[in-house]
């Protein structure tokens, strides 16, 4: 079988936080024999850059200057044992996660009630990455975000190879990422996998070769998409001044049968409360586990 193009096309118009209008990776495939997408100019599947409106990225950093990045770094001074704070902001409420092994001082700050969520939503659709990836993802009616947060860090020690979904989500969910600010492309970037074309996709499931690494350079204006089967770590290094900070949404199908296989990953411990294919506002594993266990641990 034949690898078939599938132009991504976004919208003539940019608005306030619109994505740009051109077609971006226009030479993206998809491979039918492997039911994934090959960018060959990323040598890697499921995975594209897209232009994104830098006044929409704007809204978002002047949220995380405003009211996160000051009680942050009190609290990563003053409670470094810690790996779960609650932020309440005048901007929004905030969920802060530090994950354990992972060889940096990476935190989730993640959006932790329906309101701050529906905040991020709205920029998440004045995006208009609904109508890019429609044609991508499967859905019944909409394209449905699961989730916002920042992603902060501001060095890293070791790497951590990871793939955001098991194979069994395909592409029915994917992860955005893209820096609120320009940062130094020297260091600290983004290490994933040339994993190519592989002859079947559970070819995807194995660790790669090192020999396969290679760097994404994170730019203003531009973000990161990938669905299952992209490998990928923070790069080694450290930040020159400030941490790094970068805006990151899931998002994906609306139907509830394909829930199983996505939230094996980000229905885990990345935030709190994540929105459901449904609409449904939902808990995480570590949420239900705190309403369980630690009601009091705020």
Not at 60 to 66: N, P, S, T
Not at 170 to 191: C, K, M, V
Not at 225 to 233: C, K, L, Q, V, Y
Request: glycine share 8%; with cysteine; net charge negative.
């Amino acid at each position: 079988m034949v690898a078939v193009r599938r132009h991504l096309s976004f919208p003539a118009r940019c608005v306030i936080g619109a994505v740009l209008k051109q077609a971006v990776d226009t030479d993206v495939v998809w491979e039918p024999q492997l039911g994934a997408y090959f960018n060959p100019r990323l040598g890697a599947c499921n995975v594209w850059e897209v232009p994104i409106c830098l006044e929409g990225v704007a809204q978002v950093r002047d949220i995380f200057e405003l009211s996160i990045r000051q009680p942050l770094a009190q609290l990563s001074s003053s409670e470094e044992g810690r790996r779960r704070h609650a932020l309440r902001t005048e901007t929004g409420h905030f969920f802060v996660m530090r994950p354990p092994g992972w060889g940096s001082d990476i935190c989730w700050v993640s959006c932790d009630d329906a309101q701050t969520l529906d905040r991020f939503e709205a920029i998440f659709r004045r995006l208009q990455l609904p109508e890019a990836f429609g044609p991508v993802i499967q859905q019944s009616d909409q394209i449905r975000m699961y989730s916002a947060f920042y992603v902060v860090r501001s060095k890293c020690s070791r790497l951590k190879l990871h793939c955001d979904y098991v194979r069994e989500a395909g592409i029915n969910a994917l992860t955005l990422i893209t820096p609120l600010d320009g940062y130094d492309p020297s260091q600290f970037q983004l290490t994933y996998a040339r994993t190519g074309r592989p002859s079947d996709v559970s070819d995807l499931d194995c660790l790669p070769p090192e020999s396969s690494f290679d760097r994404y350079v994170y730019r203003p204006g531009r973000a990161i998409i990938f669905g299952s089967g992209f490998w990928h770590s923070t790069e080694l290094g450290e930040a020159l001044d400030d941490p790094n900070v970068y805006l990151c949404f899931t998002f994906g199908t609306d139907k509830l049968s394909e829930w199983k296989a996505i939230a094996e990953t980000i229905g885990t411990y990345q935030s709190r409360i994540i929105r459901l294919p449904n609409g449904d506002l939902g808990l995480t594993q570590l949420g239900e586990y705190l309403e369980r266990e630690e009601p009091d641990w705020v």
